[in-house]
């Protein structure tokens, strides 16, 4: 009888699982994915095909439909893209008009690179909702945000000015103490803001320091609030969370690449203190030497106080700035308010 019952198996094996297809080109991606991956996926041919305007794939794929995107059409159908901003590893950004009202926008576009399934989109975007009620004078707004297929937008506050890094370049390649400095109190105060509120950036540096124009000047934004750890930690980055780390390597403090998942505000301090030194230097805290890993460096390389770079740098400010890069997080300033409080004593 058992053997009876073994030949019955064998002839009827288990139903093989559909294929896996690219939600462009409807090809099998299943040895692109690996084995038992399921969910919505862009090949790579089609997002390198793509890398000139990812908004026409993100209309493409919303066009296709999907479970989130017929309700998202209308929202990405009511603005009028009007040209790219910048790109990344992951998509772009892009100047668009509301065509109702005609406010301008920025459209950030990110690609995951793994299949996403509904699981890993609707943590990704519950985190997501969480950041949009993140509402301070002096952090970019997140006004709206969507997903098709593998793709995803975030509606965001345009800042005309572009970021404090732009800024930099238009000025030599760094900024006089007089400049740096109400750009640096306004970003510390939107941190402080999020940090009161349980959040951390972790990707801190003059590129996520966005300008916007007042009657007084400049007013400074922090933006990517948590978009970046949100991406990564979801899996969409294609990276596993073992050997990488999240935010950028010139701007990183050593615990962020031991435990980045569990870091506190005093990491952000440190990249707050080393945005203000490259600010002020056009140079970072550590000597970075063409051909050695930067993680390496980060894990083993001492600091160079910032009046080794500029002994024009005021004795006070340059204390304020070495503080906040101290190797060990408890000596740091505990948090963005404490941080501009002292700032604001020596300038």
């Given at each position: 009888?058992?053997?009876?019952?073994?030949?019955?198996?064998?002839?009827?094996?288990?139903?093989?699982?559909?294929?896996?297809?690219?939600?462009?080109?409807?090809?099998?991606?299943?040895?692109?994915?690996?084995?038992?991956?399921?969910?919505?996926?862009?090949?790579?041919?089609?997002?390198?095909?793509?890398?000139?305007?990812?908004?026409?794939l993100l209309h493409d794929l919303l066009q296709k439909g999907g479970k989130q995107a017929a309700a998202q059409v209308p929202k990405v159908a009511g603005y009028e893209i009007e040209k790219r901003l910048g790109a990344g590893g992951f998509g772009a950004v892009y100047l668009a008009r509301h065509k109702g009202n005609g406010a301008?926008?920025?459209?950030?576009?990110?690609?995951?690179?793994?299949?996403?399934?509904?699981?890993?989109?609707?943590?990704?975007?519950?985190?997501?909702?969480?950041?949009?009620?993140?509402?301070?004078?002096?952090?970019?707004?997140?006004?709206?945000?969507?997903?098709?297929?593998?793709?995803?937008?975030?509606?965001?506050?345009?800042?005309?000015?572009?970021?404090?890094?732009?800024?930099?370049?238009?000025?030599?390649?760094?900024?006089?103490?007089?400049?740096?400095?109400?750009?640096?109190?306004?970003?510390?105060?939107?941190?402080?803001?999020?940090?009161?509120?349980?959040?951390?950036?972790?990707?801190?540096?003059?590129?996520?320091?966005?300008?916007?124009?007042?009657?007084?000047?400049?007013?400074?934004?922090?933006?990517?609030?948590?978009?970046?750890?949100?991406?990564?930690?979801?899996?969409?980055?294609?990276?596993?969370?073992?050997?990488?780390?999240?935010?950028?390597?010139?701007?990183?403090?050593?615990?962020?690449?031991?435990?980045?998942?569990?870091?506190?505000?005093?990491?952000?301090?440190?990249?707050?203190?080393?945005?203000?030194?490259?600010?002020?230097?056009?140079?970072?805290?550590?000597?970075?030497?063409?051909?050695?890993?930067?993680?390496?460096?980060?894990?083993?390389?001492?600091?160079?106080?910032?009046?080794?770079?500029?002994?024009?740098?005021?004795?006070?400010?340059?204390?304020?700035?070495?503080?906040?890069?101290?190797?060990?997080?408890?000596?740091?300033?505990?948090?963005?308010?404490?941080?501009?409080?002292?700032?604001?004593?020596?300038?």
């Amino acid at each position: 009888m058992p053997c009876k019952e073994k030949l019955i198996a064998s002839a009827n094996p288990p139903p093989r699982p559909e294929p896996v297809r690219c939600r462009k080109c409807g090809k099998d991606v299943a040895a692109e994915i690996g084995n038992g991956r399921r969910g919505d996926y862009v090949c790579e041919a089609c997002r390198k095909k793509a890398e000139a305007d990812p908004a026409a794939l993100l209309h493409d794929l919303l066009q296709k439909g999907g479970k989130q995107a017929a309700a998202q059409v209308p929202k990405v159908a009511g603005y009028e893209i009007e040209k790219r901003l910048g790109a990344g590893g992951f998509g772009a950004v892009y100047l668009a008009r509301h065509k109702g009202n005609g406010a301008r926008v920025a459209i950030k576009v990110l690609f995951s690179k793994v299949a996403v399934s509904e699981d890993a989109r609707e943590k990704f975007l519950r985190e997501i909702n969480l950041m949009k009620e993140l509402r301070h004078h002096h952090i970019v707004a997140l006004l709206d945000h969507g997903s098709a297929a593998s793709a995803f937008y975030f509606v965001m506050e345009l800042c005309e000015g572009g970021s404090v890094g732009d800024l930099m370049a238009r000025n030599g390649g760094k900024l006089t103490l007089s400049q740096a400095s109400p750009i640096m109190m306004q970003a510390l105060d939107g941190l402080a803001h999020a940090h009161r509120n349980g959040f951390v950036h972790r990707d801190l540096k003059p590129q996520n320091i966005l300008l916007d124009r007042s009657a007084e000047g400049w007013t400074a934004k922090i933006a990517d609030f948590g978009l970046a750890k949100s991406f990564q930690q979801a899996g969409f980055s294609g990276m596993t969370m073992t050997g990488h780390y999240c935010g950028t390597p010139y701007f990183m403090p050593r615990e962020q690449v031991i435990h980045f998942k569990h870091v506190k505000p005093t990491s952000d301090i440190w990249s707050m203190g080393a945005t203000l030194y490259n600010m002020l230097t056009s140079q970072t805290p550590h000597d970075f030497p063409r051909g050695r890993d930067p993680i390496e460096i980060i894990l083993r390389g001492g600091i160079i106080p910032i009046r080794r770079r500029d002994r024009g740098i005021p004795k006070k400010v340059a204390e304020v700035i070495d503080r906040a890069l101290l190797n060990s997080p408890s000596d740091r300033y505990q948090d963005a308010a404490e941080m501009r409080e002292a700032l604001a004593k020596v300038l």
